[in-house]
């Protein structure tokens, strides 16, 4: 089988670039596949503190393969839209920080793709947007519920309804992503946010990530309460530790878990 990702691991942290050019990175089958082979092998390997997710020349990714779906039935259609769902919640749940760098068009599953990422950072070359009514459907890897939990119902609804591609600006003012870059920046800002991260405590940031995640999902009372059993859990390894006394000792924290 030919690979449609290239991934290189770099100084702590794996890149890995969907490479479809031919068809704007548009994610068949085997891709997502991949995708899910490449995440749970990279959960394993502890060289890896944090992915960075990317796109292959003009586009993040521009979808889901059309091609793919044309002669689909309604069965296989639900089974293709779980089997999406199941691999963007577990790239969503890596358990270490996922960043999507955002090359270009990032349309129909590869918005819903870059909504799966913890964090999301643009070049100002990018694009923006959820076509599917277009094609008769609607976006069936999660985005009818990423997209309204991070912008909002009303503006979700504005995006979804009209299939309007908007740009990085936009896409920044409305909360879909966290930073627009120039298009040569990209790769090298996202780097940096990494190389921030993981000068940090590994445990205190899976704990961070853990936190706002499933905290999101609950009550505040809930929320509160599971915040402190991940503050807690921080309190079990050196990490704590080796930070507060290099703090009192004015040294740089030396982490390890
Ligand atoms: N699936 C399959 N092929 C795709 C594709 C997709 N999502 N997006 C682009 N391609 C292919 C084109 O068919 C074209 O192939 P050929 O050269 O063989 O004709 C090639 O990529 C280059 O595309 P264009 O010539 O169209 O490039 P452009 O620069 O003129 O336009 C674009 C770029 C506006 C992104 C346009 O390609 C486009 O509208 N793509 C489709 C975007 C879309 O509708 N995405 C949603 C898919 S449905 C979905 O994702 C459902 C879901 O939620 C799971």
């Known amino acids: 089988m030919d690979s449609n990702l290239i991934v290189e691991k770099r100084n702590g942290h794996a890149v890995v670039t969907v490479n479809r050019p031919k068809v704007l990175n548009a ?6 596949l991949e995708l899910d082979a490449t995440f749970a092998a990279l959960k394993d390997d502890r060289e890896v503190g944090a992915v960075i997710l990317t796109g292959a020349e003009k586009a993040f990714v521009a ?10 039935s309604a069965l296989e259609a639900r089974n293709w839209s779980r089997l999406g769902q199941e ?5 969503e749940n890596f358990p270490r920080p996922v960043i999507a760098a955002i090359n270009g068009f990032a349309l129909g599953g590869g918005c819903e793709l870059a909504l799966a990422c913890d964090i999301r950072i643009a070049s100002a070359k990018a694009k923006f947007g959820q076509p599917e009514v277009g ?45 627009v870059v120039a298009p040569e920046e990209l790769l090298a800002t996202a780097e940096a946010i990494v190389g921030r991260i993981l000068a940090k405590s590994p445990l ?24 402190a ?25 030396a982490f390890r878990t």
């Not at 979808?63 to 689909?72: F, K, L, T, Y």
């Open 229 to 253: 059993e991940t503050f807690a859990t921080c309190f079990s390894g050196p990490d704590q530790k080796e930070g507060m006394s290099a703090f009192v000792e004015k040294r740089k924290p």
């Open 87 to 91: 691999v963007f919640s577990r790239i």
């Open 27 to 32: 994610l068949n089958r085997s891709t997502v």
């Open 63 to 72: 979808g889901a393969d059309i091609s793919e779906m044309v002669d689909m």
């Open 135 to 179: 094609l008769g459907i609607i976006p069936g890897f999660a985005g009818t519920q990423r997209l309204t939990r991070l912008i909002g119902k009303s503006m979700s609804k504005l995006l979804v309804f009209s299939g309007d591609t908007i740009d990085a600006e936009e896409a920044l003012r409305i909360g879909l992503i966290d930073k």
């Open 204 to 227: 205190a940031v899976a704990q961070a990530k853990l936190a706002i995640m499933r905290g999101s999902e609950m009550g505040s009372e809930d929320g509160y309460a599971f915040e």
